[in-house]
C-alpha cells in the first residue's frame, strides 16, 4: 500500500509564489511515474506536470509551463511542485497522483487521471488577484 501526503499549499497574491512537497510512503519511490493534478470548484480535474522518478523528462501542462517546475528528491521519496508567477486561475486543489504500475511517464498518457492508481488527500492553493 502506498500513501501520498501532500503540503505546502496555502494563500498567495498574484505573481507569488509556493513549494508544493508531496511524500511517499510505504514502499519503493522508484520506478513511479508522479503527477501533480488540480482541481478548481466547478471543474473537472486537470493535469499540471509529472516526472517519472527512474529518469526522464518531464511533463507539463500549456497552462502552466514556463512557471511551475516538477521536481524530485528521491533519497526523501518526495515530490515537488515549484510554482512561480501565480495567477488568480492557479487557484484550486492539488493533487499527487502516482503511477506504479508502469512506472513511467508517457506522452499522452500522463496527463490521464486513470493512468494513476495512488492519489493524495490535496492541498489547497489560493492565489488573490
Known amino acids: 500500500q502506498v500513501q501520498l501526503v501532500e503540503s505546502g499549499g496555502g494563500s498567495v497574491q498574484a505573481g507569488g509564489s509556493l513549494r508544493l512537497a508531496c511524500v511517499a510512503y510505504?514502499?519503493?519511490?522508484?520506478?513511479?511515474?508522479m503527477g501533480w493534478f488540480r482541481q478548481a470548484p466547478g471543474k473537472e480535474r486537470e493535469a499540471v506536470a509529472a516526472l517519472s522518478t527512474g529518469g526522464g523528462i518531464p511533463y507539463y501542462a500549456a497552462s502552466v509551463k514556463g512557471r511551475f517546475t516538477i521536481s524530485q528528491d528521491n533519497a526523501k521519496n518526495t515530490l515537488f511542485l515549484q510554482m512561480n508567477s501565480l495567477r488568480p486561475e492557479d487557484t484550486a486543489l492539488y493533487y499527487c497522483?502516482?503511477?506504479?504500475?508502469?512506472?513511467?511517464?508517457?506522452?499522452?498518457?500522463?496527463?490521464?487521471?486513470?493512468?494513476?492508481?495512488?492519489w493524495g488527500q490535496g492541498t489547497q492553493v489560493t492565489v488573490s488577484s
Open positions: 510505504g514502499r519503493a519511490y522508484w520506478n513511479a511515474c
Open positions: 497522483a502516482a503511477d506504479l504500475a508502469t512506472g513511467l511517464c508517457v506522452q499522452g498518457l500522463w496527463s490521464r487521471d486513470n493512468y494513476y492508481n495512488y
